[in-house]
């Protein structure tokens, strides 16, 4: 696999750029302007471990298509990433094609830091039918961002995905490809008094399969076994809120246990 990686502006210009074959490193000296995106190319389609910034967990990925760009975040989009991050005028980023046992290792499907609105091309994915005021510490991109600190809202550590008080909201988690799932694990947001919270919820497969979750008052990990099934996508839909004054259920995490189904 080639990899390449791109600093570029708002105009399309080229800052700076690093090719190589199966590991690329990129060192970028100078501060990052609004309108500069970062990105990954690659010669073929497949899963890579991915790191755009040091102040950002690396992450396996898949990459459906052979490039991603990631804007580089500013204002309110900073707020939901460590303060360090994309911050001064040195950064490293790098990508490694992923080795065979690190794919067909069990792992959280569903976690993808570098997730974004436009994202149409590295998974998972994460999209929802509304967020909190459309604010990016409510977004949907919050909760498989691996983020799971959950005792407090709206800044890093404590981003979440909000539901602007709308019982309909749901969130899908689309992997790009077939995966083997078979366990969810779902982060309420914890702040309490300031939160309430859900007692129950659905997740919808992409094969169909709908089953219903029983959940309670905790910022702990909520597990839920799932009889293994090969999907593309699941959504969180149906949020029940429990008898609590409080108007803000939100979610904190989630993640989908399993493998790729191809190994």
């Known amino acids: 696999m080639k990899l390449t990686l791109k600093v570029v502006n708002a105009a399309g210009i080229v ?60 204002g309110a989009k900073q707020k939901t ?24 290792a069990r792992r959280n499907l569903a976690l993808n830091p570098f997730d974004d609105h ?6 998972p994915h994460a999209s929802a039918n509304v967020e909190t005021r459309g604010e990016a510490v409510f977004a949907a991109r919050n909760a498989i961002d691996g983020e799971k600190a959950n005792t407090d809202h709206g800044f890093w550590p404590y981003t979440s995905w909000g539901i602007n008080r709308d019982p309909a909201a749901a969130l899908t988690v689309n992997f790009g490809r077939p995966v083997l799932v078979d366990q969810l694990a779902i982060y309420l947001r914890a702040d309490f008094p300031h939160d309430a919270w859900w007692d129950k919820a659905c997740v919808t497969f992409s094969d169909g399969y709908t089953t219903s979750l029983a959940l309670v008052k905790t910022g702990a ?36 246990w399993g493998v790729d189904a191809a190994t």
Not at 85 to 98: C, E, T
Not at 221 to 242: C, G, M, N, Y
């Open 221 to 256: 990990a909520q597990l839920f076994e799932i009889e293994p099934r090969t999907v593309e996508w699941v959504t969180l839909h149906d949020l029940k809120k429990a008898e609590d004054p409080s108007p803000f259920p939100a979610l904190t995490q989630i993640e989908v």
């Open 81 to 104: 990433y460590a303060p360090q991050a994309f911050l001064g005028d040195l950064h490293r980023i790098s990508a490694r094609r992923a080795a065979a046992e690190e794919v067909s």
């Open 15 to 74: 800052l700076a750029q690093s090719n190589s074959g199966d590991e690329a490193f990129l060192v970028y000296r100078a501060a990052y302007s609004e309108g500069d995106s970062i990105v990954v190319e690659t010669s073929q389609p497949g899963h890579i471990l991915l790191s755009f910034d040091a102040g950002i967990q690396p992450a396996l990925v898949f990459l459906a298509e052979t490039s991603f760009t990631m804007p580089v975040p500013f």
């Open 118 to 123: 436009a994202n149409s091309s590295l998974f």
